[in-house]
Antibody, heavy 123, light 108 residues
Framework: QVQLVQSGAEVKKPGASVTVSCKAS????????MHWVRQAPGQGLEWVGR????????NYAQQFQGRVSMTRERSISTAYMELSRVTSDDTAVYYC????????????????WGQGTLVTVSS | DIQMTQSPSSLSASVGDRVTITCRAS??????LSWYQQKPGKAPKLLIY???SLQSGVPSRFSGGGFGTDFTLTISSLQPEDFATYYC??????????FGQGTRLEIK
């Protein structure tokens, strides 16, 4: 069965960087885009970006350009999201989520989600 | 970017009620519209994709419709486990992916 298991909660000071990992199992990691979505406390869903685990190609939401980096390690079926220069506005639960469509026919809707990683930014 | 607007923002209903949530896109997105359910403290769950296709394992009381800019999610007979927040999402013009602001469905 498809599973996405994320790393644990993080507490960071303003200006620091944070990295969240997402380990995939139950399917061929390189066959599906991986997306990252965040949710601030009490707020809605916000798309951060996506990575092609096969090529490493990425697309980022404009508001995160220059601060976010998505990478992957194919040998361990794990995707990573690093967010730099964090502020209190980055306090949120960060989710990884798999694209429903296979990589050559991506659908950009999200059928499997990780459990979420709470990132708290506080001085 | 395409803006997605849901209505209502919140809704109170009773078990057994028929409920409809609407989602409007700022420009035509064809049928590239998905619906998600999110319960407190949990990740979202895909319910519907391409406007009306039911995701595997989702009960048939959930249905979706619409085309272009106006879409609906209908729950034919509310069950206790359906009280949650629902989000629409467009996947027509990507990136970026855009979500609606959510509709909170509460027990009356």
């Amino acid at each position: 069965q498809v599973q996405l298991v994320q790393s644990g909660a993080e507490v960071k000071k303003p200006g620091a960087s944070v990295t969240v990992s997402c380990k995939a199992s139950g399917y061929t990691f390189t066959d599906y885009y991986m997306h990252w979505v965040r949710q601030a406390p009490g707020q809605g869903l916000e798309w951060v970006g996506r990575i092609n685990p096969n090529s490493g190609g990425t697309n980022y939401a404009q508001q995160f350009q220059g601060r976010v980096s998505m990478t992957r390690e194919r040998s361990i079926s794990t995707a990573y999201m690093e967010l730099s220069r964090v502020t209190s506005d980055d306090t949120a639960v960060y989710y990884c989520a798999r694209d429903r469509g296979i990589i050559t026919m991506t659908t950009n809707d999200l059928d499997y989600w990780g459990q979420g990683t709470l990132v708290t930014v506080s001085s | 970017d395409i803006q997605m607007t849901q209505s209502p923002s919140s809704l109170s209903a009773s078990v057994g009620d028929r409920v409809t949530i609407t989602c409007r896109a700022s420009q035509s997105i064809g049928r590239y519209l998905s619906w998600y359910q999110q319960k407190p403290g949990k990740a979202p769950k895909l319910l519907i994709y391409t406007a009306s296709s039911l995701q595997s394992g989702v009960p048939s009381r959930f249905s979706g419709g619409g085309f272009g800019t106006d879409f609906t999610l209908t729950i034919s007979s509310l069950q206790p486990e359906d009280f949650a927040t629902y989000y629409c999402q467009q996947s027509h013009t990507t990136p970026p992916i855009n979500f609606g602001q959510g509709t909170r469905l509460e027990i009356k």
